[in-house]
């Protein structure tokens, strides 16, 4: 599957109701490159999911088009993955099947989604865990385990929406650095939505500010930690002065 860019043009949007309009979007212009692993910051409250469910295709914007290559977005698409806060599994199937889901509605026949669903359970850390019941899991298992459903299905774009926000620190960081590795290794294009100033640095190659309501793109930079996939260990990146100097101004875009 070829790989495009995202291309997001004049994208305003705003939520009615009959207490009239609320401005969440305000003239998004933004390009993501194939293979970028972007990360987005901002206030809660700025945009940012509603930002994230337009380029899904789940919300359509009031103004403005994205287009992935020459595709116009107007509907969710099988180039476009999204994982969610929390997980979606369902919970009256096992974990191989809920990673299997969206290649049965599909129509792949079952020895090829097996065989799929076994694969990013490996990749994820879960191939021991594939007949689990999703409650049998802690929270960090079930968000792999919806991040296996997503690249069982194979996009060219994941859409990440805070995905480690719930959980607890010593699973967020291994989630971090699994993250990193999959991405190395898969090439795929990823935006990850998160609060965490922290995170936002060292995860993503491009870091991305939004504003307050209503959410516009105020700070973008390149990011150059781990990037060679060299072991580092996390402490010590995150003491690096250069490090320290982004975190310092993504931290000030995000409080003016």
Same mark, same amino acid.
């Not at 940012?48 to 295709?57: N, W």
């Not at 480690?164 to 291994?174: M, Q, S, V």
């Not at 990850?192 to 500010?209: K, P, Q, W």
């Given at each position: ?6 291309? *997001?043009?004049? /994208?305003?949007?705003? %939520? ?13 212009? /933004? ?9 987005? $910051? ?5 945009? =940012? ?10 919300? $359509? ?25 929390? @997980?979606?599994?369902? @919970? ?6 809920? *990673? ?9 026949? =079952? ?39 997503? /690249?069982?299905?194979?996009? #060219? ?6 995905? %480690?926000?719930?959980? #607890? ?9 699994? +993250? +990193? ?6 090439? =795929? ?7 965490? !100033? ?8 491009? !870091? ?10 105020? %700070?973008?930079?390149?990011?150059? %930690?781990?990037? #060679?996939?060299?072991? *580092? @260990? ?6 690096? @002065?250069?490090? !320290?100097?982004?975190?310092?101004? !993504? ?6």
């Amino acid at each position: 599957m070829t790989q495009h860019e995202v291309v *997001v043009r004049g /994208l305003e949007h705003e %939520f009615r109701s009959t207490g009239g309009a609320v401005r969440a979007l305000d003239r998004i212009d /933004l390009t993501i490159e194939p293979g970028e692993l972007v990360t987005l $910051a901002g206030p809660s409250g700025c945009g =940012k999911s509603t930002l994230l469910r337009i380029l899904a295709g789940l919300t $359509a914007p009031t103004v403005g088009t994205v287009h992935v290559g020459d595709e116009l977005v107007e509907r969710p698409g099988a180039d476009r993955g999204v994982v969610f806060q929390r @997980p979606t599994l369902y @919970p009256w199937l096992d974990v191989r099947a809920n *990673v299997e889901i969206g290649l049965k509605l599909r129509g792949v026949p =079952k020895d090829e989604r097996r065989e799929a669903a076994e694969r990013q359970l490996a990749t994820v850390g879960l191939a021991d865990f594939a007949d689990k019941r999703p409650y049998e899991l802690s929270g960090g298992m079930q968000q792999r385990a919806q991040i296996a459903r997503v /690249l069982a299905n194979d996009p #060219d774009i994941i859409l990440m929406d805070e995905p %480690f926000g719930a959980l #607890d620190a010593l699973t967020r960081e291994r989630l971090q650095a699994e +993250l +990193l590795n999959l991405w190395r290794r898969t090439g =795929k294009t990823i935006l990850f939505i998160t609060h965490s !100033v922290d995170e936002a640095v060292y995860l993503g190659s491009r !870091v991305l500010v939004m504003s307050p309501r209503p959410g516009r793109i105020v %700070f973008d930079e390149p990011a150059r %930690f781990l990037r #060679d996939g060299s072991p *580092v @260990p996390t402490d010590e990146v995150r003491t690096l @002065p250069e490090f !320290v100097d982004l975190t310092t101004r !993504v931290r000030d875009a995000i409080s003016h």
